[in-house]
């Protein structure tokens, strides 16, 4: 797959990169999509949710009733679940929602989401570039220019840019990442992809 490179002002430059086909132009695998995306949710979980048992309430234990002849339940203390206030049955407790992934079912899953979008022409490279300093209205301009504004973005650095990085923290659906963090769920969660020149020849290699 030939893609043309494009400037900051959203003119072809006259140059072309090329796509591997092994990872923009595979069948994409969507259970492998589905198992990536899980993980990466359930790894951005904390876990630390919690609910007080009958053990941890701060209540008296004295028995508030007979056992037999009240015509309900045998409550006992006033920390029982049947009672308002009282501890909470089975509720939920810290833990950890992580799980393993093979590494190759990862690579999978993301080569798959970038063949979705390669499909769907929702990929743009243009030319490698940075900002003297942080500017907005400079990251807007080439939002319109790339004409994909009101769109969730994602754009793909080779490195780390703090200038560009700052520039596009302000504007909403606009997410700018490193070509090392590229995964599976941000590639689908945006509508457009921008990759810079530079970032094409890794991820060429995915």
């Given amino acids: 797959m030939e893609l043309s490179v494009l400037n900051v002002k959203g003119e072809d430059t006259g140059k072309k990169v090329i796509l591997n086909d092994s990872v923009f132009a595979i069948e994409p695998n969507d259970h492998a999509i589905y ?42 203390d006033i920390n029982s679940p049947l009672l308002v206030g009282g501890g909470r049955v089975f509720g939920p407790r810290p833990r950890d929602y992580s799980f393993k992934l093979n590494k190759k079912v990862k690579a999978l899953a993301r080569r798959s989401a970038l063949a979705y979008k390669a499909k769907d022409n929702a990929i743009i490279v243009v030319e490698d570039f940075s900002f003297e300093a942080p500017k907005t209205k400079e990251f807007v301009s080439l939002v319109k220019n790339l004409k994909v504004e009101n769109q969730k973005l994602l754009l793909v650095l080779p490195t780390n840019n703090d200038n560009v990085y700052l520039s596009a923290r302000n504007i909403q659906r606009t997410n700018v990442i490193t070509v090392s963090e590229l995964n599976t769920y941000k590639v689908l969660d945006a509508k457009s992809l921008v990759i810079t020149e530079s970032s094409v020849a890794t991820i060429n290699n995915f």
């Fill in 35 to 76: 198992l990536d995306t899980k993980q990466y949710m359930a790894n951005r979980r904390q876990g630390t949710h919690k609910s007080k048992e009958r053990s941890e309430i701060s209540g008296s234990t004295r028995k508030l009733g007979r056992q037999k002849g009240g015509g309900g339940a045998r409550r006992g």
